[in-house]
């Protein structure tokens, strides 16, 4: 199942419990994900966190039954998973610029969007396999340590290090998850593979690369849907977005990081995503 299709299926299945308590817990358990990558797979897809997405389809819903019944505003309010009228005056009012009441009183309706026109609206976001509304995340100072090479024979690079992770031993390793560090100059690319390490004290058969703190634009890409696009869609997107932020380099090279965590279950994986990380500066 594709992250598209578990986002699609728990935006439904909220729609059809807008009066219960919904836990991103509970969603995340119906899709075999961590609550911390059910967020954040929902939030890179949606636009924005799964509690504001509840309270924006509860209070749609709201402004609906204002509209087209007789129920007590109180009764909405429940029916919306609200617990009290002042609660549920006070969002609606954030939100519409009114009280329920008022709304009622005007004779207005809501803009109503499904669910299958937001998927439809999600999809149209994707630029071949790259979702090209990035976050920006912040990292301390990375210290990889891996294997360099050739960025024209990354997948020999690869191999190489993944034979010497199986007998080398890393006790200062952070974590299992995969680094691709890719650095240009000019026509020439290096690349350097490997894991985050907390220090530079590490096997002689293992190189290090350090990379310094910094903002990142952090786009999700899907391999399965290819990566034909993903130069042309990040170019664009630092060429165009309108916060300032501008490339970073590295020793005067552009570079960027590719990030393998749990969601990468290899590139025919319909579900796979790998995150490239485009280091950045505000202008």
């Known amino acids: 199942m594709s992250s598209f299709e578990r986002v699609a299926r728990a935006m439904k299945y909220i729609d059809s419990h807008l009066s219960e308590d919904i836990s991103i817990e509970r969603l995340a358990d119906m899709f075999y994900l961590s609550p911390y990558y059910f967020h954040r797979t929902f939030s890179a897809i949606v636009g924005k966190a799964l509690a504001e997405y509840i309270r924006d389809r509860r209070l749609e819903r709201a402004a609906v039954l204002l509209s087209e019944t007789d129920k007590p505003v109180i009764e909405i309010g429940l029916e919306c998973g609200y617990d ?19 709304y009622r009183k005007q004779g207005l309706y809501p803009t109503v969007t499904t669910v299958d026109e937001l998927i439809v609206k999600f999809t149209n976001r994707l630029r071949g396999g790259v979702f090209v509304n990035p976050r920006i995340t912040r990292k301390e100072k990375l210290i990889i340590a891996g294997v360099s090479g050739d960025g024209n024979r990354t997948g020999e690079v690869w191999e190489q290090f993944m034979k010497l992770y199986e007998t080398v031993d890393i006790p200062n390793k952070l974590s299992g998850n995969g680094y691709e560090v890719r650095i240009y100059d000019n026509d020439k690319c290096t690349v350097h593979v490997g ?28 391999p399965a849907r290819g990566y034909g696009s993903e130069n042309s869609a990040m170019d664009e997107w630092l060429a165009n977005n309108d916060k300032g932020w501008s490339q970073r380099l590295l020793g005067g090279n552009p570079y960027v990081v590719e990030f393998y965590d749990e969601r990468y279950k290899g590139n025919d994986d319909a579900g796979s995503i790998v995150e490239i990380w485009v280091p950045v500066k505000k202008s």
């Not at 009290?84 to 009441?101: D, E, H, I, L, V």
């Not at 894991?195 to 899907?222: K, Q, T, W």
């Open 195 to 222: 894991v985050a390490v907390s220090d530079a004290n590490v096997d002689g058969r293992l190189s290090v690369m350090v990379l310094p703190a910094s903002h990142y634009a952090s786009f999700d890409v899907y």
């Open 84 to 102: 009290s009228a002042q609660a549920f005056s006070r969002a609606f009012k954030n939100c519409y610029g009114m009280p329920p009441t008022e």
